[in-house]
């Protein structure tokens, strides 16, 4: 099984936000950046089956922008297993309620993705900046046991 984490783009600042957080929006610069990543995954052919994402309004603007980029809409999906708070155990229930799906996208928050990620290949520390995505090839769905195939940085994908 192949997962890809792909963390939500430049949001507002929660600082001058006056709102529920969960409702913060990406900013147009995050816009921008998630097309240009938008336009890398189209060019990985990454062949994604599932697309989950967080409900928070940021994390959906940013699947929904990858979704159309790649035209796979029609399998994005919000968890809200995703929303801050995410982990391991997240994970493997939202696993145990896909069977058979082998390449899948979640679409989340920081520091959450870099603990998942860590977790996943049994150690180390990683940073997932805005619009970072990783991918984990996971050669043990029942221990929850794989390997960092590589992480990027949106600079890296212009």
């Given amino acids: 099984m192949i997962l890809y984490f792909l963390r939500h783009g430049l ?9 529920d957080d969960s ?3 990406l900013t147009k610069k995050g816009e921008k950046d998630l097309a240009r990543v938008a336009d ?23 699947a929904l922008i990858v979704a159309k980029a790649l035209d796979k809409t029609h ?10 708070g995410f982990g391991l155990v997240n994970l493997a229930d939202i696993l145990k309620d896909h069977p058979g799906i082998d390449n899948i ?18 150690g180390g520390r990683l940073i997932f900046k805005k619009s970072g995505l990783a991918r984990v090839d996971l050669y043990d769905e029942t221990s929850l046991r794989g390997e960092l195939a590589w992480l990027v940085t949106p600079r890296m994908l212009q």
């Fill in 11 to 19: 949001a507002e600042e929660r600082e001058t936000w006056t709102g």
């Fill in 105 to 122: 996208l979640v679409v989340g928050h920081e520091p959450d993705f870099s603990q998942t990620v860590s977790d996943l290949i049994g």
């Fill in 40 to 62: 890398a995954m189209l060019r990985f052919k990454l062949g994604l089956n599932l697309i989950l994402t967080s409900p928070y309004l940021r994390a959906y603007q940013t």
């Fill in 75 to 84: 399998v994005l999906v919000q968890d809200d297993r995703l929303a801050p």
């Fill in 23 to 25: 409702l913060r929006p």
